[in-house]
């Protein structure tokens, strides 16, 4: 019996205050995302289970209980606080998935602090305009991540802490750098949680958009009620449950359903903190007994590609519940799912701005292929028409998705940035900035993003900030930058550049601005291929032209230029 059971029933006289009772939580107290994943779960008789089989390169494996991880995180919120970081301070996490990322991130809620978590593939311009924006106190991170915080400390000032947890004694401190380790600190039994109440600020995680710098998008305590009950009946987390969430906790995913929603409930999760093949893969789940698995699609396309006979020589028949989340998941990873693993993996959407689920696919619901399922109880969703902004009556009519702003964990703010939060909101309805239609049956189908964002495997990339670094090679005189199909990661960085008077278009030349972008941004928002040409098309105000490369990669109409040159 699946936690919902029937959605038809949940959703008619749906309240959050459901949520609010089930986390014995009334209108008013003290919330703290830190104190319900650990300390409650403990004061429920649940501190010997298990909350975290953590497994790293070359099979090494660390287990923490419940007890364990509310101990680990008020250690290190207490020295933390030893340092002078208090409430609302930013700190940032920096790590790659090991352990101390995961009890940090509590830690740093314990007092009240606002998590501010980083993809720690990130080099060093992704870290700053991230850091440079939050004001950043202080920063958790690994000595194999500490030289590119090194590299733009001069430009921090208000950047007081750098707080190394592996540090192996050998290698001299630099100015601000400080050590915790976790096996050698004292463990703090009695701590005193900030009381932080429903409005008060707890993750801020960065996004992309087309133009500008990235964004901060910043949640509250109260986000906790929608996590917790998302988790629950569209993850179907129950008591007994092994539970894998792939998602990296630099991205919202990895917060909001790999640490708040399953530890909320007291369930056992697992983490692989290696790199990515079908062999580790499977390896993990078989070796773990996995029974939730939440994942992303190109994660599914690359299994899909490696075959059917693969999945066959590993026992997965733990596997009771799949779901997926971040980009459109087709409808042959659905049926090719439901084939070898014997379900398919249910889609969910939604945004770091909504901070949890909300178009779902549930246990139990009819699963249309190539939908992202119908609204979670609560969640007021339309599509409406692109110009007039009404809702769109007629099924199967394309128009921009719409939420009544309202639930739980939807950003409070872009941080610093009011305006362009604002203008995520007209005629009363919240735009997250995608596109989708709505069947006879209330199901609602993607049909792509409203912007030029890449979303390449699961991630969003802003072509701005690829355009920006391009220009700081030596060799970029001009640059646009666009998505290009791929069969696994569905889009990828494309780059068109024209170059500077003495410098040759050439293979090598290509490697290495690539490379240039790989250090300074991410792999991810590295180009997979760079295009020379001579001009960029322009706008008649001498803006490039993005849509017209794009549509040429995609092989669509270019439709009527003389409205793009005439464009902004
Ligand atoms: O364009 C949508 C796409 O990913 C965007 C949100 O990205 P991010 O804020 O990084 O959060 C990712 C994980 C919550 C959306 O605006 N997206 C997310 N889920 C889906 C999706 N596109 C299609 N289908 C989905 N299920």
Redesign the pocket.
């Known amino acids: 019996m699946s936690n919902i059971g029937s959605y038809d029933e949940r959703i008619k006289d749906f309240s959050w205050a459901l949520s609010e009772k089930e986390l014995e939580y009334r209108d008013g107290d003290v919330i703290n995302i830190g104190w319900y994943c650990s300390d409650r779960i403990c004061q429920q008789g649940n501190g010997d289970k298990p909350a975290l089989i953590w497994e790293g390169l070359g099979g090494v494996e660390k287990r923490y209980t419940f007890n364990d991880v509310r101990l680990a995180s008020n250690t290190i919120g207490h020295f933390l606080r030893g340092l002078g970081i208090s409430a609302e301070d930013r700190v940032c996490l920096f790590m790659d998935k090991i352990p101390e990322l995961y009890l940090g991130f509590l830690g740093v809620l314990k007092i009240g602090a606002i998590a501010q978590p980083l993809f720690s593939a990130f080099g060093d311009e992704s870290l700053y305009v991230r850091l440079e924006n939050a004001r950043t106190k202080a920063i958790i991170t690994q000595r194999k991540h500490v030289g590119k915080v090194r590299k733009i400390v001069e430009k921090m000032p208000w950047l007081e802490h750098i707080i190394i947890v592996d540090h192996d004694g050998k290698k001299e401190l630099k100015e601000r750098e400080t050590v915790f380790s976790l096996e050698n600190a004292d463990p703090v039994e009695q701590f005193e949680i900030h009381p932080t109440t429903a409005e008060s600020p707890s993750v801020l995680h960065y996004?992309s958009g087309t133009t500008g710098q990235p964004k901060g998008v910043k949640h509250v305590h109260y986000s906790l009620i929608s996590q917790y009950l998302t988790a629950r009946w569209v993850l179907d987390l129950q008591d007994g449950d092994i539970y894998w969430c792939t998602?990296d906790p630099g991205?919202?995913?990895g917060t909001?359903y790999g640490i708040i929603g399953p530890w909320s409930l007291g369930i056992t999760q697992c983490v692989l903190d290696t790199g990515f093949s079908p062999d580790s893969w499977y390896k993990f789940i078989q070796k773990n007994r996995v029974t939730v698995w939440y994942s992303a699609?190109t994660a599914i396309r690359s299994l899909m590609k490696a075959g059917s006979e693969k999945v066959k020589e590993y026992d997965l028949s733990s596997l009771r519940h799949l779901a997926?989340?971040?980009?459109?998941?087709n409808a042959e990873a659905v049926i090719w799912s439901e084939k070898v693993f014997g379900r398919p993996f249910l889609?969910?959407?939604?945004?770091?701005?909504?901070g949890s689920m909300m178009?779902t696919n549930f246990p139990g619901m009819k699963v249309k292929p190539g939908s992202?399922g119908k609204p979670f109880p609560g969640i007021i969703a339309t599509v409406v028409d692109v110009d007039t902004f009404e809702p769109i009556a007629e099924p199967g009519k394309v128009g921009l998705i719409a939420f009544k702003p309202g639930w739980p964990a939807m950003m409070r703010t872009y941080w610093n940035n009011e305006e362009t939060y604002n203008s995520k909101f007209i005629n009363g309805w919240y735009l997250?900035?995608?596109r989708a239609h709505i069947d006879n049956e209330g199901y609602f189908w993607?049909t792509g993003?409203d912007d030029d964002?890449i979303?390449t495997g699961?991630?969003?990339v802003s072509p701005f900030e690829v355009e920006s670094a391009l220009l700081e090679h030596e060799a970029v005189a001009e640059s646009a930058v666009v998505a290009k199909p791929d069969e696994v990661n569905m889009e990828v960085v494309k780059a068109f550049v024209t170059l500077k008077p003495g410098f040759e278009p050439g293979p090598d030349l290509e490697l290495k601005i690539m490379n240039f972008i790989r250090k300074k941004l991410s792999p991810l928002a590295m180009p997979q291929e760079i295009e020379y040409v001579d001009n960029l098309p322009k706008t008649r105000s001498g803006k490039i032209m993005r849509r017209l490369l794009h549509a040429r990669e995609w092989g669509e109409e270019i439709g009527d230029t003389s409205t793009l040159e005439d464009d902004e």
Not at 324 to 329: A, I
Not at 347 to 354: A, C, R
């Open positions: 996004t998602a991205w919202v995913t909001s699609p997926s989340v971040g980009e459109p998941l889609d969910t959407y939604w945004q770091t701005e909504t178009l992202m997250p900035g995608d993607f993003r964002v979303n699961g991630h969003l």
